[in-house]
T-cell receptor, first 112, second 115 residues
């Protein structure tokens, strides 16, 4: 079956360092992948979308890569801050559908 | 970005009662909206796709007679949890995709607690 997996359930890093989160997909080839931020008790907030023909996308301190050979997307937060602490989700719709599959999320904690 | 609202943000009800949750797209029209359920420390699970002017499409394992969906206008979809039981307690989130953006925008969620 088509799956998205985020390997790390939780990640703690020191303030100022770069956080790198991983998203792997299996049994399908997504046309695009998205990354969302979710705070406790809130709905996900869209951060970035990267398409299969794009290697990298940036937005301020955020960077996303898409490697179709490794079937993987990496999400980086540079110069991390305690305010970046949240759960980050990757998601994409399998080919030919509009229904999103979500990863289980990585809970990032940035330590001051 | 596009804004989606949900009402109420939380609700507590007695077992056997019905609860209605509203999802509104505030600054765009949405022919399709999605309803998700999220249990603690788990990811979002799609329950159903709500289509304006037609019947909703339910995911496998989701009881359509228990989770009634109505998408009466291009900016409003409602989810009614009928005869709620404690196991229906969860975080319910809706989303909508403004046409041609390939991006879903989520509401803030509704926390349902069934006693």
């Amino acid at each position: 079956s088509q799956k998205i997996e985020q390997n790390s359930e939780a990640l703690n890093i020191q303030e100022g360092k770069t956080a790198t989160l991983t998203c792997n997909y299996t049994n399908y080839s997504p046309a695009y992948l998205q990354w969302y931020r979710q705070d406790p008790g809130r709905g996900p907030v869209f951060l970035l979308l990267i398409r299969e023909n794009e290697k990298e996308k940036r937005k301020e301190r955020l960077k996303v890569t898409f490697d179709t050979t490794l079937k993987q997307s990496l999400f980086h937060i540079t110069a991390s801050q305690p305010a970046d602490s949240a759960t980050y989700l990757c998601a994409s719709p399998p080919s030919g559908t509009y229904k999103y599959i979500f990863g289980t999320g990585t809970r990032l904690k940035v330590l001051a | 970005g596009a804004v989606v609202s949900q009402h109420p943000s939380w609700v507590i009800c007695k077992s056997g009662t019905s609860v209605k949750i509203e999802c509104r797209s505030l600054d765009f029209q949405a022919t399709t909206m999605f309803w998700y359920r999220q249990f603690p420390k788990q990811s979002l699970m799609l329950m159903a796709t709500s289509n304006e002017g037609s019947k909703a499409t339910y995911e496998q394992g989701v009881e359509k007679d228990k989770f009634l969906i109505n998408h009466a206008s291009l900016t409003l979809s409602t989810l009614t949890v009928t005869s709620a039981h404690p196991e229906d307690s969860s975080f319910y989130i809706c989303s909508a995709d403004p046409d041609s953006t390939d991006t879903q925008y989520f509401g803030p969620g509704t926390r349902l607690t069934v006693l």
